[in-house]
């Protein structure tokens, strides 16, 4: 089979296959020290390196996968761009409105809190740098015209650092003394490299899903194979997802998310640069310059973060500061009644009671955030009653004014319909 050719018809057993080979993929991401980025919104950006397409071997589309999921890459370094393409509003005149920033979790923590700093990366393009040698060591950095945000991984050792605010955010991970103090407090990854884009896409395949071989191209120099990826669904907002295979390692090179309404991709993830080296020992240092203000990563459970220069604020006890802090993904279930998923596949939408009363309007009461969320909003009626339907180029979401939610990958007229049925 030529490496352009389709590859759709896939048995049953290689498809059980494919998901067994996807659950053997070695994991290589760049680690982020705090939870809750809203990680499937989280984008990586350029246009293909190089001109010409490179002539490859022929590869089905399953050798492909399974050259993905054997994948081991534990050491490089290199570039990446990142291009995010919602259709969100700025959210700026919002923030200024409600008379805040967005500093660290709940507004009082660091500045270099990656659970807020990351959020960056949902909108605009930006430039990350990227490095590894082995999962116990990674750095990713995202620069910036003046200044350059890093997350720094060595050994038990997490470090992420602003040099804008010269603020840095710590945690010791698992030398504690507590037996399962490290599982709990270990940083979650994000998806912040095509390699890691493109495991959350893999796990979507399955009977709804069209897999080809979309011919070669270069990368960063490298020459690649692309894996296209569709939904066989009518109703999904998501038209397709390209992954550019490294043909040697097997390595993700670019990941690109293409909207089924056309137009720009929504999430584009590529390397510039990438090197396969091991990176020096170095790289991975880190000691915060003189006057930083250092912040505990587990300070920030409490109501008020200590800091390293004495200067300790006392908030509730721990257990307190958790239980009204929102949940880490775990947790998220507990805070909402009944979660359902609805349908299968690339059309599958999630479903929850709030328990509340839907929305604040900007004319029940809801002031300058009611009246952003109405301008963002499509009112829609229907069995349900009534709600409104807020709509990015990827993620929809119904929320009626009995405070039922209904979301997903789909269209406007999927949500009503499923609301519709629901009744």
Do not use: C
């Given at each position: 089979m030529a490496?352009?050719?389709?590859?759709?018809?896939?048995?049953g057993?290689?498809?059980?296959?494919?998901?067994?080979?996807?659950?053997?993929?070695?994991?290589?991401?760049v680690?982020?020290?705090?939870?809750?980025?809203?990680?499937?919104?989280?984008?990586?950006v350029?246009?293909?390196?190089?001109?010409?397409?490179?002539?490859?071997?022929?590869?089905?589309?399953?050798?492909?996968?399974?050259?993905?999921?054997?994948?081991?890459?534990?050491?490089l370094?290199?570039?990446?761009k990142i291009?995010?393409?919602l259709g969100?509003?700025?959210?700026?005149?919002?923030?200024?409105?409600?008379?805040?920033?967005?500093?660290?979790?709940?507004?009082?923590g660091?500045?270099?809190?990656?659970?807020?700093?990351?959020?960056e990366?949902?909108?605009g393009?930006?430039?990350?740098?990227?490095?590894?040698?082995?999962?116990d060591?990674?750095?990713?950095?995202?620069?910036?015209?003046?200044?350059?945000?890093?997350?720094?991984?060595?050994?038990d050792?997490?470090?992420?650092?602003?040099?804008?605010?010269?603020?840095?955010?710590?945690?010791?991970?698992?030398?504690?003394?507590?037996?399962?103090?490290?599982?709990?407090?270990?940083?979650?990854?994000?998806?912040?490299?095509?390699?890691a884009?493109?495991?959350?896409?893999?796990?979507?395949?399955?009977?709804?899903?069209?897999?080809?071989?979309?011919?070669?191209?270069?990368?960063?120099?490298?020459?690649?194979?692309?894996?296209?990826?569709k939904?066989?669904?009518?109703?999904?907002?998501?038209?397709?997802?390209?992954?550019a295979?490294?043909?040697?390692?097997?390595?993700?090179?670019?990941?690109?998310?293409t909207?089924?309404?056309?137009?720009?991709?929504?999430?584009?993830?590529?390397?510039?640069?990438?090197?396969?080296?091991?990176?020096?020992?170095?790289?991975?240092?880190?000691?915060?310059?003189?006057?930083?203000?250092?912040?505990?990563?587990?300070?920030?459970?409490?109501?008020?973060?200590?800091?390293?220069?004495?200067?300790?604020?006392?908030g509730?006890?721990?257990?307190?500061?958790?239980k009204?802090?929102?949940?880490?993904?775990?947790d998220?279930?507990?805070?909402?009644?009944g979660?359902?998923?609805?349908?299968?596949g690339?059309?599958?939408?999630?479903?929850?009671?709030?328990?509340?009363?839907?929305?604040?309007?900007?004319g029940?009461?809801?002031?300058?955030?009611?009246?952003?969320?109405?301008?963002?909003?499509?009112?829609v009626?229907?069995?349900?009653?009534?709600g409104?339907?807020f709509s990015?180029r990827l993620?929809?979401?119904?929320?009626?004014?009995?405070?039922?939610?209904?979301?997903?990958?789909?269209?406007?007229?999927a949500?009503?319909?499923?609301?519709?049925?629901?009744?």
């Open positions: 490496p352009y050719e389709s590859d759709d018809s896939m048995t057993d290689e498809a059980d296959d494919m998901r067994v080979g996807r659950r053997k993929a070695a994991r290589y991401v680690p982020v020290a705090v939870v809750g980025v809203a990680a499937a919104t989280i984008g990586l350029p246009a293909f390196a190089g001109s010409g397409d490179p002539d490859l071997p022929d590869v089905s589309a399953q050798q492909l996968i399974e050259k993905i999921a054997a994948s081991d890459v534990q050491r370094s290199g570039t990446v291009s995010t393409d969100l509003p700025s959210l700026g005149g919002l923030e200024s409105s409600l008379g805040g920033g967005m500093g660290g979790r709940d507004g009082s660091s500045s270099a809190d990656p659970s807020s700093k990351l959020l990366l949902a909108s393009t930006h430039t990350l740098r990227v490095a590894a040698d082995g999962e060591k990674q750095k990713l950095s995202l620069l910036d015209k003046a200044a350059e945000y890093s997350v720094i991984r060595n050994g050792e997490v470090w992420a650092y602003d040099s804008a605010s010269n603020e840095a955010y710590h945690m010791q991970d698992g030398s504690s003394g507590s037996a399962d103090k490290g599982t709990k407090d270990r940083p979650e990854d994000v998806p912040a490299t095509p390699k884009l493109a495991d959350e896409a893999l796990k979507a395949v399955d009977s709804t899903t069209s897999v080809t071989v979309d011919g070669t191209a270069q990368v960063a120099g490298r020459d690649a194979y692309k894996l296209l990826i939904p066989k669904q009518s109703g999904s907002t998501v038209g397709a997802i390209s992954i295979v490294d043909a040697k390692t097997g390595l993700p090179l670019k990941f690109t998310l909207p089924a309404s056309g137009g720009a991709a929504v999430v584009d993830a590529g390397f510039t640069e990438v090197d396969f080296a091991k990176p020096a020992a170095s790289t991975f240092d880190f000691s915060p310059p003189k006057g930083t203000k250092v912040t505990e990563g587990d300070e920030l459970k409490s109501e008020g973060p200590a800091h390293k220069d004495g200067n300790t604020h006392k509730d006890k721990r257990d307190k500061g958790d009204e802090r929102p949940g880490r993904g775990e998220l279930g507990k805070e909402f009644q979660l359902d998923v609805i349908g299968e690339w059309g599958s939408i999630a479903q929850f009671d709030t328990g509340g009363e839907g929305i604040p309007s900007g029940s009461g809801g002031g300058d955030a009611g009246r952003f969320l109405d301008s963002l909003g499509d009112h009626s229907g069995k349900f009653g009534s409104t339907v990015t993620v929809n979401a119904l929320i009626t004014d009995d405070g039922k939610v209904y979301a997903g990958a789909v269209t406007k007229d949500l009503v319909k499923a609301a519709n049925a629901a009744k």
